[in-house]
Nanobody, 115 residues
């Protein structure tokens, strides 16, 4: 079994920054691709970024140039650095681990961008 715990969310003004963390524990053997998703009120959960086991990353257009995913494999932790935050970035942010047989989700962390 795998457990994922996100942290780092909060309230920030437009233009501000936050860094989210997602710590994985349990039956993990080697680095795995990890995804960051968000869900705004009344909307479906959507992919924000993916960071692959080799450290390469993918971003959706709406966050390109503003968000950066990174990972520390020794700590089984991935990060999402979010800069130049906008009100439309508001939502609950989830991390997802792509396992061999199953995928795993964290419980989410709230990010609110508001003045």
């Amino acid at each position: 079994q795998v457990q994922l715990v996100e942290s780092g969310g909060g309230l920030v003004q437009p233009g501000g920054s936050l860094r989210l963390s997602c710590a994985a524990s349990g039956s993990i053997f080697g680095p795995r691709a990890m995804g960051w998703f968000r869900q705004a009120p009344g909307k479906q959960r959507e992919l924000v970024a993916t960071i692959f086991s080799d450290g390469n990353s993918f971003y959706v257009d709406s966050v390109k140039g503003r968000f950066t995913a990174s990972r520390d494999n020794a700590k089984n932790t991935v990060y999402l650095q979010m800069n130049s935050l906008k009100p439309e970035d508001t939502g609950v942010y989830f991390c997802k681990l792509y396992g061999d047989s199953n995928d795993y989700w964290g419980q989410g962390t709230q990010v609110t961008v508001s003045s």
